[in-house]
C-alpha cells in the first residue's frame, strides 16, 4: 500500500505490516548518510502502533544533542536522503518531509528533529508505546480517528485539535506513574 497524503488531506487506511519495513530501509539510510545513529531514530505516530487505521505517512522521531546549533549542514544531510525542512514553527522541533516527487504536493515521511531524550522525545515514545500496549485505548484512539475521518476528508489542523484531550490523558498517566 502506498505511503503518501496531500497538503490538508485526511483519510485513513488499515495498518500495512509493511510500514515497519519502511521504516527500517529509511532509518537506515539516515544513518548511513547524516550524523544519526541508530538509537537517534524512532518510528511513532500511527503507523507505528499496531492494528489501527492510520494516516498513509511515517513519522519518525530524530534526536539531537541540542536544538541551539546550526542546522544547515544536518539539512543538507537530510536533503540528500530526500527530505526537506518545512515552514512549521513549533518549540524544541523541526519538522521534515519525504515527498513523492519534485512538485512536493504529496508528502510520504516526516521527521520531527527534537532534542534527544527531551520532554518531547519521552512523551512521544511513552505515547507509541502506551497505545501498543493498551488495547483498550487503541481502539479508543481509533475510534476519534476514524470519527473524524469519517466526516471530513480534509482540514489536518482540526484533525490534530481533535486528538489533543485523548493524548493529553495519555500523557497524564505518564505523570501519575512517575
Excluded at 528533529?113 to 500496549?133: A, F, H, S, V
Aim: proline share 2%; with cysteine; glycine share 6%.
Amino acid at each position: 500500500m502506498g505511503l503518501g497524503l496531500k497538503r490538508n488531506e485526511v483519510r485513513l487506511v488499515s495498518h500495512d505490516a509493511t510500514w515497519g519495513k519502511l521504516f527500517q530501509e529509511t532509518k537506515k539510510d539516515l544513518v548511513e548518510n547524516t550524523e544519526f545513529k541508530e538509537h537517534q531514530i524512532e518510528h511513532i505516530g500511527s503507523t507505528a502502533i499496531k492494528d489501527i487505521q492510520a494516516k498513509p505517512i511515517l513519522d519518525m522521531l530524530v534526536g539531537v544533542q541540542s536544538m541551539d546549533r546550526d542546522l544547515t549542514p544536518l539539512e543538507k544531510e537530510l536533503r540528500s536522503c530526500g527530505f526537506y525542512r518545512l515552514k512549521v514553527e513549533k518549540e524544541n522541533e523541526v519538522v521534515f518531509a519525504k515527498f513523492t516527487d519534485k512538485t512536493f504536493e504529496v508528502k510520504t515521511q516526516y521527521i520531527h528533529l527534537t532534542p534527544y531524550q527531551g520532554e518531547l522525545w519521552n512523551n512521544l515514545i511513552y505515547y507509541r508505546d502506551y497505545l501498543n500496549e493498551n488495547e483498550a485505548a487503541r481502539k479508543e484512539y481509533e475510534q476519534l480517528k476514524v470519527g473524524f475521518a469519517s466526516k471530513q476528508n480534509e482540514g489536518i489542523e482540526a484533525y490534530t485539535d481533535m486528538k489533543e484531550t485523548f493524548v493529553k490523558a495519555v500523557l497524564a498517566t505518564r505523570e501519575k506513574d512517575a
